[in-house]
T-cell receptor, first 114, second 113 residues
Framework: DAGVTQSPTHLIKTRGQHVTLRCSPI?????VSWYQQVLGQGPQFIFQ???????GRGNFPDRFSARQFPNYSSELNVNALLLGDSALYLC?????????????FGDGTRLSIL | QQQVKQSPQSLIVQKGGISIINCAYE??????FPWYQQFPGKGPALLIA?????SEKKEGRFTISFNKSAKQFSLHIMDSQPGDSATYFC????????????FGTGTSLTVIP
């Protein structure tokens, strides 16, 4: 079975631009979470979506937004990119967000801002 | 405020030795504690996890020890191998703590042949 897939794998943008990152969860998983991982740090929670609704939001500015589609795939959008947005963006899926189910991560999108 | 504190930041162990990584948490509402292993260029992969109703869980060479009263848990890697060289993250989750996993800052493990 395919794991969590993310696209693109790498992306280079300049300050002020907009970016869209995509995630397909493991088949059967209805919950998708997004994390930002800065080099040398642990993942920081951005959003969680379940059944197409936002169920959790981390401490990130409104420039960050996301959505989940009927097939449970998800997009993360970041507007007005800043140099500090350079990071590995990780998507994780799980069966649901309420039970203690393990999250399974994709390999991420490496975003570089010039 | 760092919800989960992890130490050490880096660790060097001889092949065959025991690697020990420690984590501490504050929020007693956490009720699920996984460990993740991450190789360069890859996403974190679930290694082993524990719930607070048990004090120890073992899977192969990997063991989690959990001390609920001290709010601490640790990962022990027995018979460490060069292939174990990676970054390890502890994490914590609670059903009533915002539907998110809180991660430690990571430990870079190097196993010397």
């Amino acid at each position: 079975d395919a794991g969590v897939t993310q696209s693109p794998t790498h992306l280079i943008k300049t300050r002020g631009q907009h970016v869209t990152l995509r995630c397909s969860p493991i088949s059967g998983h209805k919950s998708v979470s997004w994390y930002q991982q800065v080099l040398g740090q642990g993942p920081q929670f951005i959003f969680q979506y379940y059944e197409k609704e936002e169920r959790g939001r981390g401490n990130f500015p409104d420039r960050f937004s996301a959505r989940q589609f009927p097939n449970y795939s998800s997009e993360l959008n970041v507007n007005a990119l800043l140099l500090g947005d350079s990071a590995l963006y990780l998507c994780a899926s799980s069966l649901d967000p309420y039970s203690n189910q393990p999250q399974h991560f994709g390999d991420g999108t490496r975003l570089s801002i010039l | 405020q760092q919800q989960v504190k992890q130490s050490p930041q880096s660790l060097i162990v001889q092949k065959g030795g025991i690697s020990i990584i420690n984590c501490a948490y504050e929020n007693t509402a956490f009720d699920y504690f996984p460990w993740y292993q991450q190789f360069p260029g890859k996403g974190p992969a679930l290694l082993i996890a524990i719930r607070p109703d048990v004090s120890e869980k073992k899977e192969g060479r990997f063991t989690i020890s959990f001390n609920k009263s001290a709010k601490q848990f640790s990962l022990h890697i027995m018979d460490s191998q060069p292939g174990d060289s990676a970054t390890y993250f502890c994490a914590a989750f609670g059903r009533f703590t915002g539907n998110q996993f809180y991660f430690g800052t990571g430990t870079s493990l190097t196993v010397i042949p």
